[in-house]
């Protein structure tokens, strides 16, 4: 990598470039982990703490026990839980024995359970007992032959667990009846595998890890094919950027995105557990009393999160509580970080986030800004080593310094493509290799780029282009104002026009305000004509807002006039 205009922006000490090939799989990271941080905790769960070597015992056994109920190297598994123990020990398991990890949101309906399992071939899933009501209804339809139940409590202890097990189910009513004949619960399966033989297969780095599937809110949801080789890069490239700032066997990471999504995934489970960190899994953030109440327990040194939940935590009454003295590196991903959001966070903390852009197909981690405090507010940073970037037009030339483009990436951690789908493959690789993410993107002199918006949000008013980030971080910067949507509606003399959802922090707030505010700071073709209150705004389970229901409340609508 020479003679890229990023690399002159580059923190001092990190490399350009990592070695991808230097283990043959994610299991050698893991067993080299395991190898060095045996009495270290690795995670900690409603105050329930497994070791290093806690989690090399206990996913040894679910490989095993996956062996002994018939199922080959290479086989899908599927992992539905949100943030338990019993994630990181049925995750690491199911790749030690050589099989391919398909994580399904546990929220999602029978519809989408369906479409999942039956494309992705699983044949053995675990699944937390909360949501099995809806994989009883979905089983039919596929392909699965071994069901693993857990609950919630399952590895906390047997009077503990015992007791939020009971908790649970009969006091909150969160599971809801179902039966799966032939279903084992978490507890047995890891006791079968106990006293089973672990063969331990031969994995290449080339060798399918995962099957990520992405967010389906283009259309239908498509699995990303990530390789060992992809996990291992994107890893190393993460641990890089951290240059001297985090150390081995001494840090504490907050966990409160579900380890399911790719983010969390690559950035708070693997590349976590590969420096020896203690992991404070969260498994419900919206309960904000009670994540907060885990920060104040913890004296932590990593967080990462997304712009809506560091949102609900500073408008939280116990965020004063939290201590940040010790805390390293606080970083964002999943949805663009709203200006406003960001200076607010560094007012109160005095921790500047460090926001990292990236995608399900690309393992995912792209871009990140430097984690030392460098103040770049806006921006998602210059590419991880060995990534290169280019922007291109709709013919896929390569645009001009400081003209937006599609964001298009090549390096070791990009997918190899969608399973089963390869003519959704062929459209987003370029002849030479770039993947095409879809984004639109500039760069400025420095190297450092900023996302103007996904492709598919862009609206269009009288021709000239509106990016609702741009919108939203504008409104967003309101005092008024905690959260905030925009889109385009059809309009008909511009065609478009901007249709802004807002949450009030101050229920004084009026449209008048948030009009004259935004008159004082966008165009007028930028300027909402719409303004339309709101309680709540539709949000995937790891929190980013869904522009794509709003724009399909406005279909709906139109289609009744």
Not at 378 to 389: A, C, D, L, R, Y
Not at 438 to 461: N, Q, S
Request: net charge neutral.
């Amino acid at each position: 990598m020479t003679d890229f205009p990023w690399l002159k922006s580059y923190p001092k000490g990190i490399a350009h470039t990592i070695d991808p090939d230097k283990y043959t799989s994610l299991v050698a990271i893991l067993e080299e982990s395991f190898q060095k941080y045996a009495n270290l905790p690795a995670y900690v769960f409603m105050d329930k703490t497994l070791t290093y070597k806690d989690i090399d015992k206990k996913s040894r056994d679910f490989a095993a026990y996956l062996q002994s109920i018939g199922l080959k190297q290479g086989d899908k598994v599927g992992l539905q839980m949100p943030n338990v123990l019993q994630y990181p020990v049925a995750l690491f398991g199911a790749l030690r024995a050589g099989m391919i990890v398909v994580n399904v949101n546990p929220q999602y309906t029978v519809r989408e359970m369906e479409h999942q399992y039956k494309d992705a071939e699983v044949k053995a899933t675990v699944i937390i007992a909360n949501f099995a009501s809806n994989l009883e209804a979905a089983l039919p339809k596929t392909d699965i032959k071994h069901v693993i139940v857990t609950e919630v409590g399952d590895m906390l202890g047997f009077i503990k667990g015992k007791i939020v097990n009971y908790v649970v189910k009969h006091k909150k009513k969160m599971v809801p009846a179902f039966n799966i004949p032939g279903a084992v619960g978490f507890n047995k399966a890891l006791s079968i595998g106990a006293s089973s033989t672990f063969t331990k297969p031969e994995i290449k780095s080339s060798d399918l890890a995962l099957l990520q599937y992405t967010g389906g809110t283009t259309g239908v949801s498509k699995g990303a094919m990530l390789t060992h080789r992809n996990m291992i890069a994107n890893m190393l490239m993460i641990r890089e950027w951290t240059g001297t700032r985090l150390n081995e066997g001494v840090e504490t990471v907050i966990t409160p995105l579900p380890l399911y999504h790719v983010f969390a995934l690559t950035v708070n489970c693997f590349t976590m557990f590969s420096f020896g960190a203690k992991n404070v899994l969260i498994a419900n953030p919206r309960d904000m009393p009670a994540f907060l109440g885990e920060m104040i327990k913890y004296k932590f040194t990593v967080l990462t999160g997304l712009n809506t939940l560091f949102i609900g935590m500073m408008n939280h009454k116990d965020f004063a509580k939290v201590d940040f003295s010790g805390v390293r590196a606080v970083v964002a991903g999943g949805m663009a970080m709203q200006k406003a959001v960001a200076e607010k966070w560094k007012q109160m903390t005095g921790i500047a986030v460090a926001e990292g852009y990236g995608l399900s197909e690309t393992a995912p981690v792209l871009t990140v800004n430097p984690i030392d405090g460098t103040d770049q507010v806006g921006t998602i940073g210059v590419p991880v080593p060995s990534v290169e970037i280019k922007l291109l037009d709709e013919d896929e030339n390569e645009v001009a310094l400081g003209e937006p483009g599609e964001i298009a990436a090549k390096g070791p951690n990009v997918m190899l493509g969608y399973w089963k789908r390869q003519d959704e493959t062929d459209k987003v690789f370029t002849k030479d290799g770039f993947f095409k993410t879809g984004d639109v993107g500039i760069m400025a002199e420095d190297g450092f780029f900023k996302i103007v918006d996904r492709k598919k949000d862009m609206v269009l008013v009288s021709g000239f282009n509106v990016y609702p980030n741009e919108v939203e971080d504008v409104v967003a910067s309101h005092p008024k104002v905690l959260e905030v949507a925009a889109i385009g509606v059809p309009d008909k003399n511009a065609g478009e026009r901007v249709r802004i959802y807002v949450i009030k922090k101050d229920e004084s707030l009026t449209e008048k305000e948030l009009s004259d505010h935004c008159k004082d700071n966008l165009a007028g073709y930028k300027q909402p004509r719409d303004v339309i209150f709101r309680t709540e705004l539709p949000k995937s389970n790891v929190g980013k807002i869904l522009r794509k229901i709003l724009k399909d409340e406005v279909k709906a609508e139109a289609a009744t006039v």
